[in-house]
């Protein structure tokens, strides 16, 4: 065989082992989210996604390992669905409805039963795996901070908000959204998350607390 066919037989392996592994964490997702980080054991993921404990093991070194990753990933696919391709706010456009919209964006991302199922278990595990607690809040949390901190800089450079510390205006966004809202869902379960129309009014209403705070035209 010569090198390009060697080449072609590299790119179908590549493939095939992508392919495994996105079957892993898919499984792997489900039963964690399902059983807990206790009640899961490897032998069921390896059934679930169709190969074999070696190939699990092969990819992720432990279940410990594994939840890692299905914590990030889940944590940062959140998080660029909310934050990555949002547009800059256009001349001319309203800014409460802008940081309305953005704001909803964030609470219908998080506020799903997937995501906060995902929250309570790396709560409960935060004694055993503090490590699990760390990516949860890098990856979630900290990162959303940080990418807020930087459309409020940008809109405070337009002249458009009043803000010294752009850090301290995204936490002040982030808990006057999601506070209430989160903590009903984290400790009423999956029933207390809140309907499209209830998470918007809560958005609007705390984009007019925010603004009375940081508006240029309310100062």
């Not at 990753?69 to 547009?87: K, L, P, S």
């Amino acid at each position: 065989m010569g090198l390009e066919g060697n080449e072609h037989t590299d790119v179908e392996s590549d493939g095939r082992s992508a392919r495994k592994r996105r079957a892993i964490l898919d499984a792997a997702t489900e039963v964690f989210l399902k059983s807990g980080y206790l009640g899961t054991n490897m032998d069921e993921i390896a059934a679930l996604s169709s190969v074999s404990k070696q190939t699990v093991y092969k990819h992720f070194s432990s279940k410990e390992a594994l939840f890692v990753e299905i914590v990030g990933g889940m944590t940062t696919g959140a998080g660029d669905v909310v934050h990555n391709d949002v547009a800059q706010l256009a001349e001319g456009e309203d800014l409460a409805a802008y940081l309305t919209e953005y704001a909803l964006r964030q609470l219908t991302v998080v506020l799903t039963p997937r995501i906060m199922q995902l929250r309570r278990l790396v709560i409960g595990e935060v004694t055993r795996f503090p490590e699990l607690a760390r990516v949860l809040y890098e990856r979630g949390p900290a990162r959303a901070m940080n990418m807020l901190a930087a459309v409020f800089a940008g809109l405070a450079e337009r002249g458009l908000l009043e803000i010294e510390d752009p850090g301290v205006a995204a936490e002040h966004f982030n808990w006057l959204i999601m506070s209430a809202p989160l903590n009903r869902a984290m400790l009423l379960g999956d029933a207390a998350i809140p309907s499209s129309a209830e998470l918007r009014r809560n958005a609007e209403a705390g984009v007019r607390v925010f603004l009375a705070a940081y508006g240029k035209s309310q100062r």
